[in-house]
């Protein structure tokens, strides 16, 4: 018997590497080991079905196994099996001029005529034992043809196997594949691909070095036809850069947040030929790779090189941003189908993705939160403080040094400001006035958490670059302080100026920072909501004094509630 794994079957005459090393025999199939278990088992106990269906991605073998199939079948001189593929039935099925063997396209026969011209000649004998009909890519046949075939393969004549071949199984009528004996080809990993590249080229005397060899591979996807093909090409042309676009440009825009610069990729890229939908399903690819080399390494096949380039770039990009991108240009792929100008679809997903205030999905939101925490994160200390302010209430105001660098707001009860007030504070503005564009403008910049208590909070006084700000309850102070590196950076967004948040507890200002028309301001009694003393019934005259943000949150949505256990 042959090793397992030998270079596959040179043919004479023909240039083509994937026709030229195509395999022959069942050792040398690669990369479908459960396949060749399986059907050189049944060849040699004799034990094959009438009818089976090869299912799996493009160029991964199936119809070069059911041509083994039936070379191992009809071989004169059979080993283990395996095909001899030195005999005169070997010899002419490999060449394509055996009578024991008839190869279909489904695609341009698939009319009721044509399978019940193909099923007729079926009971007629031939020189072999096995008479072998291989349908390729069956699912294309109609359900007229289907249901022609169903008929000859409920019913078999002895000495006929079908074998029926498909990339898309599902679209196989269920009936007809409850029929054959199912077996599903998979993809060739990296490495296979590799070893195999290799030994065709050691066979075939090509020049090509491991970067061509790795280029090939990646080409390949997985199939090992694609793999050959692109080997081919590689090496008639003499240049990796030809054979797939460069990226660099596009990931160094998205990483920089870009947009001319993403365009101006893009243009290039466009400008050297490659259509919309290439480079759509291209950079997907690589986002692919740069995702999987951040989240599990060892799942990425991507080699040498470019691994060390596409991990640079994912820890560049951070990984959510790399999952937002990669959504992306996956929904735009499936638009692409449809649109005229597929273009102009790719250069509006690129800008989305270089502006996230551009994108309104959740990824985008949490990208843009990301980074406005990560800005006030990373800022400098604020500079000296200037003179204290008087509390709020004082009638006298101070004016901040003509040095300092940084404007304060300065808070007084006096000179009244407009409801249109700029966002950047000049001169002095009123207590009444920073409350208002904290309630309308600020709140409204946080997350929605924040917003839930900061509704019921009091902004008491602003001391140098210091806001205080009460709430009614502990338990809401702490929700509060989980929100604070947010409420800065809306705070900084409103009054451009960098502020320190302090939190205080003051029960008293529960009624204060109701809104007018929600509650009453004074009540004549008291319930706490979630003691264990059974609340009365809620009336226009109660006050609820919370003990905790969750229950405040369920007595506002359920007025008058019971908590029932």
């Known amino acids: 018997m042959a090793p397992v794994n030998s270079t596959p079957t040179s043919l004479d005459g023909v240039t083509s590497l994937y026709r030229r090393f195509r395999p022959g025999r069942f050792c040398e199939l690669r990369g479908q080991d459960h396949i060749v278990r399986a059907l050189q088992g049944a060849v040699r106990n004799d034990r094959i079905s009438h009818a089976y269906l090869f299912s799996g991605p493009r160029g991964t073998g199936k119809t070069t196994t059911a041509r083994i199939l039936a070379k191992a079948l009809n071989c004169e001189q059979p080993v283990d099996g395996d095909a001899c593929n030195t005999c005169a039935s070997c010899v002419a099925i490999t060449r394509g001029s055996s009578l024991d063997v008839i190869e279909l396209d489904a695609a341009s026969n698939n009319g009721v005529d044509d399978i019940r011209e193909i099923t007729a000649g079926a009971w007629h004998g031939t020189p072999g034992r096995w008479k072998v009909y291989i349908f390729d890519e069956v699912h294309q046949l109609s359900k007229s043809a289907s249901a022609a075939l169903l008929k000859t393969l409920e019913e078999p004549p002895q000495h006929v196997i079908f074998v029926l071949a498909t990339t898309d199984p599902h679209k196989v009528l269920p009936t007809i594949r409850s029929r054959t004996q199912h077996l599903e080809f998979r993809l060739l990993a990296g490495e296979t691909l590799s070893t195999l590249l290799h030994d065709v080229q050691g066979a075939a005397g090509l020049t090509a070095d491991d970067a061509t060899i790795d280029a090939a591979v990646r080409l390949g996807r997985g199939s090992a036809r694609d793999a050959l093909s692109a080997l081919d090409q590689l090496i008639a042309t003499g240049a990796l850069s030809e054979t797939q676009p460069s990226f660099d440009g596009l990931f160094g825009a998205l990483s920089d947040n870009d947009a001319v610069a993403a365009l101006r990729a893009l243009a290039v890229l466009s400008g050297e030929g490659w259509d919309p939908e290439q480079l759509s399903e291209s950079f997907a690819a690589e986002l692919r790779q740069a995702f999987l080399l951040q989240v599990a390494p060892d799942v990425a096949d991507a080699v040498d090189a470019d691994r060390a380039r596409l991990t640079d770039w994912g820890s560049r990009l951070g990984l959510a941003r790399t999952v937002r991108a990669l959504e992306t240009i996956g929904r735009t792929m499936r638009e692409m189908k449809s649109a005229p100008e597929k273009i102009v679809l790719l250069e509006v997903a690129l800008v989305r993705l270089v502006t996230p205030d551009l994108d309104s999905t959740y990824q985008a939101l949490d990208e843009r939160l990301t980074r406005l925490e990560h800005s006030s994160q990373s800022a400098p200390p604020p500079p000296p403080p200037p003179p204290k302010l008087q509390p709020v209430g004082a009638s006298a105001k101070q004016s901040p040094p003509a040095s300092d660098p940084l404007p304060t707001p300065e808070v007084t009860e006096a000179t009244p400001v407009s409801d249109h007030a700029p966002s950047t504070p000049v001169g002095s503005i009123t207590i009444d006035d920073l409350r208002t564009r904290f309630n309308e403008h600020v709140v409204g910049r946080t997350p929605r958490s924040a917003q839930m208590v900061l509704k019921h909070s009091r902004v008491l006084q602003l001391d140098r670059n210091r806001l205080t700000i009460a709430v ?85 949505m359920f007025p008058g509630a019971e908590e029932v256990s």
């Not at 009540?523 to 809620?538: F, K, L, M, Q, Y």
Request: proline content about 8%; cysteine-free; hydrophobic content about 40%.
């Open 472 to 556: 009614p309850s502990e338990a809401m102070r702490q929700s509060a302080s989980s929100a604070t590196p947010s409420l800065i950076a809306a705070l900084e967004h409103e009054f451009k100026v960098k502020m320190q948040v302090e939190w205080t507890v003051d029960g008293s200002l529960d009624v204060v920072t109701e809104p007018p028309a929600a509650r009453p301001v004074r009540a004549p009694r008291t319930t706490t909501v979630g003691s264990d003393v059974e609340p009365a019934a809620a009336s226009d005259d109660t006050v609820l004094v919370v003990d905790s943000v969750a229950n405040h949150l369920i007595n506002e």
